[in-house]
């Protein structure tokens, strides 16, 4: 066995693998000796894992690559062989915010690109008004919220950094703050979307999926030093995670009680297996939706990284003037996704090609041609 493990986690529903897997034992039968540790931000997160706190952590894909270039932190090497989660997240706005949504909309509601156009209608009445820019909530600066929130605004003309303000908030704070009135709307993983809907202050706008086919999310990140130096530890963990997932599948029940303990996410139980189910409420007056894409933990290959996927956040960062772009670095931010490490611990074959993005704005991305995807582009920090 190896020494006691200490893995940081932030509450929520895409941490439901790694949860299950300590909490069912999945874990122990590897041999390893986990502790989980809650925290309340990714800043946190980042910076035990980084310093050696934490042995491994529930965090961020973007933060993950963002470690390993140096940018907006200082440069430590992270490895990422596991997805906990692909998709998950869901923008809401408040009910007024909803409402003119609606009235300016044309077209489906369910569809991004309407959503999108009907925003910019409504910033630009505001403006005209003399009112305030609207305020979005996004977990932090390195991460899908940002760039989901920032890719679904900009397809329909507004600029996230000209139009409108976008400010970082702790996930277990975003209901808070949209009670309070200092958003207008976030973007968030679960359960925290239902939170809001189910006190009656938030509308869910947009599932993640509507915006982006398969976004990778959340990963089981180490440091790549501590991997080098564990890797039957890390192939364990995999394994267990893995193992975890499959059992979710299977039961969202005991999944979500188990998820519902304080120490764990501390909601209701029926709003974690909403999530698990893929059959959230979306307004207050009752109206459900259901989409078997809403989060993906033990399905269609979810766990396994897709380096694709690292490309297209690396060339969000880009998009979007927090890095510039080279080949090095894109090499790097692929590199975070070990897909090599996942399929030996595994035991299983490579797949093979990675998935496709399929985002509801653009050209399909290609790894080999980050530029195209960032000229297809009118509004960005990007140059040339």
């Known amino acids: ?25 999945f874990t122990a039968a590897e041999g390893l000796d986990v502790t989980l540790v809650r925290e309340v931000s990714w800043s946190n997160v980042r910076d035990k894992l980084n310093i050696g706190l934490f042995d491994a952590a529930h965090l961020l894909a973007p933060v993950a690559i963002a470690s390993s270039l140096g ?14 989660g692909v998709n998950g997240n869901a923008i809401t706005v408040t009910p007024a915010l909803h409402a003119a949504i609606m009235a300016h909309l044309e077209g489906d509601r369910f569809d991004p690109m309407a959503t999108a156009l009907a925003l910019a209608r409504v910033v630009a009445e505001r403006r005209k008004a003399g009112a305030e820019p609207l305020t979005f909530g996004m977990t932090f600066p390195f991460s899908t919220h940002n760039y989901q929130l920032r ?24 209901v808070e ?118 989060l993906l933990v033990g399905r269609e290959e979810a766990g396994r990284p897709e380096k694709i996927q690292a490309a297209w956040l690396y060339a969000q960062m880009v998009r979007w003037g ?20 996942y399929d030996a611990a595994m035991g299983t074959a490579a797949v093979g090609t990675d ?11 290609a790894v080999d041609d980050v530029i195209g995807h960032l000229k297809a582009f009118k509004i960005g920090r990007w140059t040339a």
């Open 177 to 294: 703050s949209i009670a309070n009135g200092h958003v207008d709307a976030f973007c968030v993983g679960a359960p925290w979307n239902s939170i809001a809907v189910d006190l009656g202050i938030g509308h869910i706008l947009h599932f993640v999926s509507d915006v982006l086919v398969r976004a990778a999310e959340k990963v089981l990140a180490v440091r790549q030093s501590w991997a080098d130096k564990n890797p039957g530890a890390l192939a364990g963990l995999v394994r267990a995670c893995a193992k975890a997932a499959d059992f979710i599948e299977q039961n969202h029940a005991e999944a979500a009680r188990i998820l519902a303990q304080p120490e764990r996410i501390g909601v209701d139980a029926e709003v974690l297996q909403r999530t698990l189910d893929g059959r959230l409420k979306i307004s207050p007056d009752g109206t459900f939706r259901e989409s078997s894409r809403y």
């Open 1 to 25: 066995m190896t020494g006691p493990l200490r893995i940081g986690f932030i509450p929520l529903v895409d941490a439901t693998a790694l949860i299950v897997a300590v909490d069912k034992g």
């Open 355 to 365: 998935a496709a993005i399929g985002a509801f704005a653009g050209p399909p991305f």
């Open 71 to 84: 940018i907006g932190h200082v440069k430590v090497p992270i490895v990422a062989p596991f997805n906990l």
């Open 151 to 174: 890719f679904w605004m900009a397809a329909g003309g507004v600029d996230p950094d000209e139009d409108v303000r976008l400010v970082v908030l702790p996930p277990p704070y975003m």
């Open 322 to 341: 927090q890095t510039p772009l080279s080949n090095e670095a894109l090499g790097t931010a692929m590199g975070v996704f070990r897909p090599d490490i």
